[in-house]
């Protein structure tokens, strides 16, 4: 399977905001060939077990490392019993639609979005640093990833 940070390879010879376009329209379809699940408001929220939902940005290749990373867990642990469910954070029309997504996290936040529910139970909700941070806690191994360059 190709890695989500290649979505936004510049070796492509598009501008930019083509590059952002094609990952925006291709991430919904590389999230449902990977270990995770693409998921939509009215889609089925799995009520037992931990659930996390992921709101990520396309454009954003720490987000797009998060997705590798993420996989790459998931699959070299398949029996963990966790389910992660992902979303854009390009689809919501506002700010106050991600209430929908993750009840509880407000119109001020920065990606990656997160929510956690055990057993249907919504547990936690970060965004940010704090949400990669609130990874790490049930995945330990993302301590080791770059997100950032620099």
Known sequence: ???FESLLMADRGLSAGEQQHLAEEHLPEMVRHSAMNYWSIGDPIVSRGRRILLGVASYSVADLRLLDALNDILRENAESGTRVDVFSV????QTADFENYVPG??????VPLVGIWDDGVMTDRAWGKAGRDLLTRYFPSLSTVRFFDH
């Open 1 to 3: 399977m190709e890695r």
């Open 90 to 93: 390009l689809g919501g029309k």
């Open 105 to 110: 996290i407000g119109t001020r936040f920065d």
